[in-house]
């Protein structure tokens, strides 16, 4: 499972709710989730590094990963969702767990401008955060700046998300905030309308921050990712 853009894999194993990786092993499954390229120290180490290199990245992980099991299912949050998607896309994978998947982001056309305005921008700006979604945000491990070129890199990462959504044919489960105000939940729609898989399902988590499995109800959302993962091992038994 892979972590999204700016943040660690503390993401999806916090220790003051739920954690999704402890719970997907308990109910007797091996969770891998790596700490991705330029991560896991400051935000200034993310300078030099684009959205073709996090795929390369995640191939690397991946391959390692698969070396060690019967099958894997790929899943993460946010980017961590958009890199799980390009996996399968390419890789005969049991399942996919999209969680928070960016296609849209809130405030869209806006967000757009802004990212090709600095496309080219190097210069380090701090992230803003909506007042009601900042005690949650500051729990995270995760960068609270990044150079300002980012901002296209993400783009261009959910543009070429939409691309390769008709080609992935694996199961997949599509998780997302009702009310996550980084990510439109337009995307989550978007994701089940148009991925070729015709084993696919949709889960609304309520009263949540963008990142759902560190806030209030990820417990709700690892029992529907446990449930998804079980079935799939059914299958294959």
Same mark, same amino acid.
């Given at each position: ?7 660690? !894999?503390?993401?999806? *194993? !916090?220790?003051?709710? !739920? ?13 891998? %989730? ?7 120290? #400051? ?47 390419? #890789? ?29 921008? +190097?210069?380090?700006?701090?992230? &803003? ?5 900042? #005690? ?10 990044? =150079?300002?070129? +980012? ?10 998300? &939409?691309?390769?959504? =008709?080609?992935?044919?694996? !199961? ?8 996550? *105000? ?22 609304? %988590?309520? *009263?949540?921050? +963008?990142?759902?499995?560190?806030? &209030? ?21």
């Amino acid at each position: 499972m892979f972590h999204g853009w700016s943040s660690s !894999p503390q993401e999806l *194993n !916090p220790d003051y709710v !739920p954690s999704t990786a402890k719970y997907l092993n308990n109910l007797g499954y091996t969770v891998y %989730v790596p700490l991705r390229l330029g991560h896991g120290t #400051e935000g200034e180490d993310l300078e030099g590094l684009h959205w073709k290199d996090w795929i390369e990245d995640a191939q690397k992980h991946f391959d390692l990963f698969s070396k060690e099991v019967d099958g894997v299912i790929v899943g993460g949050m946010s980017m961590g969702a958009q890199l799980a998607l390009k996996i399968a896309e390419k #890789e005969p994978v049991l399942g996919v767990i999209a969680m928070g998947t960016p296609i849209f982001m809130n405030l869209n056309p806006l967000f757009r401008v802004w990212a090709w305005v600095n496309r080219n921008n +190097h210069k380090i700006i701090h992230k &803003r955060y909506l007042h009601k979604d900042r #005690e949650i945000a500051m729990k995270k491990v995760h960068y609270t700046k990044y =150079p300002a070129y +980012h901002l296209y890199e993400n783009a261009k990462a959910s543009w070429e998300t &939409r691309k390769m959504l =008709p080609k992935i044919m694996a !199961p997949i489960l599509i998780l997302h905030s009702i009310n996550d *105000n980084v990510v439109d939940p337009m995307s989550a729609k978007y994701v089940f309308k148009k991925v070729g898989s015709k084993d696919k399902k949709l889960f609304w %988590v309520k *009263n949540s921050y +963008h990142s759902f499995t560190t806030d &209030r109800n990820s417990g709700v959302a690892n029992k529907v990712m446990g449930d998804f993962v079980n079935k799939i091992n059914k299958q294959c038994v």
